[in-house]
């Protein structure tokens, strides 16, 4: 099929202005899917994903909807039974824009700087949705490819919890593939492309602490109650000790650990300690001592305190405090568990002069994903064919719930990459999605597509 890709290359990056004038548009729309002031901009971000998959010609377009935000669903069926089937992932809504002053630009407001597409939503994941757009729309210039492609695009995935589920079991037959590509991963590198092959889950909960049964006056009982805000920041100060291990009893029992060649491996990834200083702009790092930053964030799990609530500037003792605790968690770590063995802890650390709740508000596990298969064979090919070196295969420390759904209701793995990259400030200002990587994307995606339907012929 060498002639046939590349005519399908030639296309696309005859067609990279128009495809980039597509996303542009794209990013103009508002669709943060947690604030429901929102609601009309997440319906017109749907229509816009249907309507461009119903521009490419596909068999079948149509929006399939849930208790929150609707799934835009798109098919091209080969008319040979036997073709290979993907599933291509993706979801319209982002995550919210605050704090507004620190933009340079309106983050609606898509603007190229230099080789950088700024906005909200310009890598995570507009930009990688119109990445696969692109792709499928140069492969369908040849209708021969024996290859059937479906799209699902959802718009919870930023908000959580998502409806996802719901939709995979109600259309459980309209939904089977081989397996899922999942661009909503990212690179090491602009020169190191990337399959991601495991993700840490995710445990959320919020811890409620009430002292009084109203604010006080601290002039007239300063010493005489105890501060929910004191109170809960020692729970929080305890939360680690001094080798930056988390303190809670039986956190660890199951965590495995990475023997010497996962070290060796992980060893090779382009990642220092100072990549990590230059983008987080921290003064030093922090964490559990043995391990490397890379190891710390992607095999080893962790806990963050990532909202702290209480208190005002009236000058009195606050009647209560909360504090929103993220906790990333790997391999064999349950959730639930996970949340039983937090509020064991707190119970017997909190004194009796206040009254607490541990809410828990969402969690997944871990995932790991074999490697060993076709369709990661045709991905790393698809990688090298552009970038001329072979992909790192990572782990990445975020979570992407959509990958344990599919698994759970349709018994799909997802292979995942993408191509935002590190510094590409996903939920902070400025995010942005760097252009030239983009652009090379594309044409992995095309090669990939290609290599999927020649394992028909083997």
Same mark, same amino acid.
């Given at each position: 099929?060498?002639?046939?890709?590349? =005519?399908?290359?030639?296309?696309?990056?005859?067609?990279?202005?128009?495809f980039l004038d597509e996303l542009h548009e794209f990013l103009t729309i508002s669709s943060i899917s947690g604030d429901p002031v929102y609601e009309k901009e997440m319906q017109l971000a749907a229509d816009w994903v249907a309507d461009r998959l119903g521009a490419l010609g596909l068999d079948r377009v149509e929006l399939l909807p849930t208790a929150g935000n609707p799934v835009v669903?798109? $098919?091209?069926?080969?008319?040979?039974?036997?073709?290979? /089937?993907?599933?291509?992932? !993706?979801?319209?809504?982002?995550a919210p824009v605050e704090p507004l002053d620190e933009w340079d630009s309106d983050p609606?407001?898509?603007? +190229?700087? &230099?080789?950088?597409?700024?906005?909200? !939503?310009? =890598?995570?994941? %507009? &930009?990688q949705i119109m990445a696969c757009v692109a792709a499928v729309e140069a492969l369908k210039l040849r209708a021969e490819v024996p290859l059937n492609i479906k799209f699902l695009i959802e718009g919870e995935e930023e908000s959580g919890p998502s409806h996802l589920s719901d939709v995979l079991t109600t259309h459980h037959e309209l939904l089977e593939s081989d397996f899922c590509l999942n661009t909503d991963a990212g690179m090491v590198g602009p020169e190191c492309p990337s399959i991601t092959y495991a993700l840490r889950g995710h445990m959320g909960c919020d811890l409620h602490v009430v002292g009084p049964s109203s604010d006080l006056h601290s002039g007239a009982y300063g010493g005489v109650v105890q501060n929910p805000i004191h109170v809960l920041s020692e729970l929080i100060a305890g939360f680690h000790n001094e080798d930056g291990r988390v303190a809670i009893p039986g956190f660890y029992d199951k965590v495995r650990e990475i023997d010497e060649a996962q070290r060796l491996m992980l060893a090779k990834v382009p990642y220092p300690e100072e990549k990590f200083l230059m983008e987080t702009g921290a003064p030093f790092l922090w964490g559990e001592t043995g391990?490397?930053?890379?190891?710390? /964030?992607?095999?080893?799990?962790?806990?963050? @305190?990532?909202?702290f609530e209480g208190g005002s500037l009236k000058g009195a003792i606050p009647s209560k405090?909360?504090?929103?605790? !993220?906790?990333? +968690?790997?391999?064999?770590?349950?959730? %639930?568990?996970?949340?039983?063995?937090? =509020?064991?802890? @707190?119970?017997?650390?909190?004194?009796?002069?206040? /009254?607490? %709740? +541990? $809410?828990?508000?969402?969690g997944f596990p871990a995932i790991l994903v074999d490697v060993n298969t076709p369709w990661v064979d045709a991905l790393t090919n698809a990688l090298e064919a552009v970038w001329g070196v072979k992909p790192a295969l990572i782990r990445i420390g975020g979570g992407i719930p959509a990958v344990i759904d599919l698994k759970e209701n349709l018994g799909i793995d997802s292979v995942m990459t993408g191509f935002s990259l590190p510094d590409a400030n996903l939920h902070g200002p400025n995010e942005k999605l760097h252009i030239p990587t983009w652009k090379r994307g594309v044409d992995a995606l095309i090669h990939f597509f290609y290599n999927l339907a020649d394992l028909q012929d083997q």
């Open positions: 099929m060498t002639k046939a890709i590349q =005519s399908s290359l030639e296309f696309a990056r005859s067609h990279h202005d128009r669903y798109g $098919e091209w069926l080969n008319p040979d039974s036997s073709s290979p /089937t993907v599933m291509i992932y !993706g979801h319209y809504d982002v609606f407001a898509p603007f +190229l700087r &230099g080789d950088n597409l700024y906005g909200r !939503g310009s =890598s995570d994941m %507009k &930009g391990y490397s930053p890379l190891e710390r /964030t992607i095999v080893r799990p962790s806990l963050d @305190v990532v909202y405090a909360r504090a929103a605790i !993220g906790m990333r +968690l790997v391999p064999d770590q349950d959730p %639930k568990e996970i949340y039983e063995q937090t =509020s064991n802890y @707190v119970r017997e650390s909190l004194p009796e002069a206040v /009254t607490w %709740k +541990l $809410e828990f508000r969402y």
